[in-house]
């Protein structure tokens, strides 16, 4: 059996290898190097806007980051999210125990931040408004509905500067 000069018996050069399946001609990302893409940008988000962050080691936490938000240390659970459906970007807010969701509690991190990664849109909401759910559903910026639960937590990176993460007056 003969090869072609410069080849190998079956495999495929990495260079000509698919990192990930086409769809629509764009490349669709693995949930976990979207979570990485997301983990990224809320960094860079949040220091370009004056925040310290801090990663802890390991996995086995609840949250992803630590905001220094000039008061209080808060543990912040980035989410992030690329597809769309119906106009509405549909997020998984839980974490998972033998595949199945589990929503967070108060006891385990303070806030969630959700990255609408299409849209380069964040939402920073108080762990208030997660607690006893597993996926909320956002609209992207422009989209004032009236039915847009959410709209307050668009871009409100001011309330990781509150003393107990809520605004007053």
């Not at 629509?24 to 220091?47: C, P, T, W, Y």
């Not at 209080?72 to 807010?93: A, F």
């Not at 597993?134 to 509150?162: C, K, Q, S, V």
């Amino acid at each position: 059996m003969s090869k072609a000069k410069g080849g190998s018996r079956g495999r495929i050069p990495a260079s000509k290898r698919s990192l990930a399946p086409e769809a629509n001609g764009a490349r669709r990302l693995a949930s976990i190097e979207q979570g990485d893409l997301g983990e990224v940008a809320f960094v860079h988000k949040a220091m370009s806007l004056g925040f310290v962050t801090a990663k802890p080691y390991g996995q086995n936490h609840r949250y992803d980051f630590i905001v220094d938000g000039g008061k209080n240390l808060w543990r912040v659970q980035v989410k992030t999210c690329t597809s769309v459906q119906d106009d509405l970007y549909k997020v998984g807010i839980h974490r998972s125990l033998n595949g199945v969701p589990v929503p967070y509690t108060e006891s385990e991190l303070d806030f969630v931040a959700v990255y609408i990664m299409p849209k380069k849109t964040w939402y920073v909401l108080p762990v208030r408004e997660v607690v006893g759910q597993t996926y909320l559903r956002f609209r992207g910026p422009g989209a004032n509905h009236i039915r847009d639960p959410y709209a307050y937590y668009r871009e409100a990176w001011h309330l990781l500067r509150e003393p107990d993460g809520l605004t007053f007056g």
